[in-house]
């Protein structure tokens, strides 16, 4: 069963920087493309980026584009996104997912527990 358990959340302010780590329960991380989602209160869960399994390819969504980074490690079977320039907008739980491929971001597990982010002056 492909389980992940995130973590790196917290309070931050506008502008600030987190790194937000998953790590891959139960199974090896190096066959599947991986992804980041996030979930605002009330809101359907969003892509925010998704890295192939040879790093070959990497997606982000256009929110956030240009401001956070997602990379992994086979060998720690973890995959982490860097989050800078934070804004309130990007408040919300963050998941991560095995998904099919990054064209498709179709979710191959259930969600985890998520970390939660806050970004708030």
């Known amino acids: 069963q492909l389980q992940f358990v995130e973590s790196g959340g917290g309070l931050v302010q506008p502008g600030g920087s987190l790194r937000l780590s998953c790590v891959a329960s139960?199974?090896?991380?190096?066959?599947?493309?991986i992804a980041w989602f996030r979930q605002a209160p009330g809101k359907e869960h969003e892509g925010v980026a998704c890295i192939s399994n040879s790093d070959d390819t990497i997606w982000y969504g256009s929110s956030t584009k240009g401001r956070f980074t997602i990379s992994r490690d086979n060998a720690k079977n973890t995959v982490s996104l860097q989050m800078n320039s934070l804004e309130p907008e990007d408040t919300a739980t963050y998941y991560c997912a095995a998904v099919l491929s990054v064209s498709t971001m179709a979710t191959l597990n259930r969600w985890g527990q998520g970390t939660q982010v806050i970004v708030s002056s």
């Open positions: 139960g199974f090896t991380l190096d066959s599947y493309a």
